[in-house]
């Protein structure tokens, strides 16, 4: 199964790139920029990746990425990710980056996008691997300041593929950003948003509702309702369901807890993904290892998890019959 699984040409729908910065490049990165790390060695840092939920996830993640200041830090930061992904059988990325976590601490959005737009472009011409770009906004930042930041991204909006919402969910509902959405509709942006995560069910159907978006990231709450799985199956929504996130951030127990198994018997279109790869314990070959073992799923559900990737990834239709 772990051979099969590696060769399976895999798409991923859900990534954080600033998720993905392991501790060898976080000390690297720090060293280069001079920056003191509050870590003395990569194992300190590894060990400290120890979660009871979503904001303890978030305190790291925040101070983590605060050692990316230089567009090749950002190139580094994605190829790294990007090699890695490649050697476990991942072909294309849908990737999520937060802009605002990177203006609040003096990096311009230049820098980011420019370091990032490379990444893209070499991963294409080197590995065989495309690249879908989201930008996401934090939710537990003021509305005001995601409709600023997307107005301050106009030079890029035709290089973005969707824009995301990320970030604490509790008591930030979907809701709170019907103005950024609504322009983003407005600018012929895709949406997507983060919903049912550690939030509530209704959440994902205020992100269908108010947010009209076109996918739903995470979305395993969505079981607490019966309407909103109802509606999720008839309008075959996909979910980027990310097993080892889940586990890590206490939103399950352990993972033979997971919902995975009954959203597919519920008959939803369901993808697998990595979140976070550098904290939650691994990239796509390490989640679709555990829910084999978790949940002794055969060869024929994992290809099906990968055909709902690749009829939603975002890519161009030659792309996209290039991997059916
Ligand atoms: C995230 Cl796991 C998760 N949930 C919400 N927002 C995030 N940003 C990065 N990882
Ligand atoms: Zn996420």
């Not at 230089?70 to 980056?97: C, N, P, Q, T």
């Not at 399950?252 to 550098?278: C, M």
Request: include cysteine; proline fraction near 4%.
């Amino acid at each position: 199964m772990h051979d099969f699984l590696r060769d399976l040409p895999k798409v991923e729908l859900h990534l954080h790139i600033e998720g993905s910065l392991e501790p060898e490049l976080m000390f690297a990165l720090a060293q280069r920029n001079g920056i003191d790390l509050p870590y003395a060695t990569v194992q300190e840092a590894k060990n400290a990746y120890l979660f009871s939920n979503l904001q303890e996830f978030l305190a790291l993640y925040f101070q983590g990425m605060n050692v990316l200041r230089k567009e090749e830090d950002f190139y580094d930061l994605a190829m790294d990710y990007f090699k890695r992904a490649r050697g476990e059988g991942v072909v294309h990325i849908d990737m999520h980056f937060d802009p605002q976590a990177h203006l609040q601490r003096g990096v311009p959005l230049d820098v980011v996008m420019s370091g990032l737009l490379k990444a893209k472009q070499v991963a294409a011409e080197t590995l065989d691997l495309t690249i879908g770009l989201i930008m996401a906004f934090l939710r537990d930042r003021p509305a005001e300041e995601a409709l600023h930041v997307l107005e301050q991204a106009a030079p890029y909006w035709k290089m973005l593929d969707a824009i995301g919402l990320d970030s604490a969910e509790q008591n930030n509902p979907p809701a709170k950003f019907v103005d950024l959405f609504n322009r983003a509709k407005q600018l012929g942006l895709v949406r997507v948003a983060h919903a049912g995560e550690e939030g509530p069910a209704e959440y994902i159907n205020e992100a269908l509702d108010i947010l009209d978006v076109q996918r739903i990231d995470h979305g395993v709450r969505c079981l607490e309702s019966d309407e909103v799985v109802a509606r999720l199956r008839r309008e075959q929504i996909v979910l980027t369901v990310c097993p080892l996130s889940n586990v890590s951030l206490k939103v399950v127990e352990n993972l033979r807890d997971h919902p995975l198994p009954k959203l597919l018997a519920e008959g939803l279109k369901v993808t697998i993904s990595s979140d976070d790869p550098a904290y939650f314990g691994g990239g796509m070959l390490s989640n679709h290892m555990a829910c084999a073992e978790a949940f002794g799923w055969d060869k024929s559900v994992f290809r099906q998890l990968t055909f709902n990737a690749i009829d939603e990834a975002f890519v161009t239709n030659d792309r996209r019959e290039e991997l059916r």
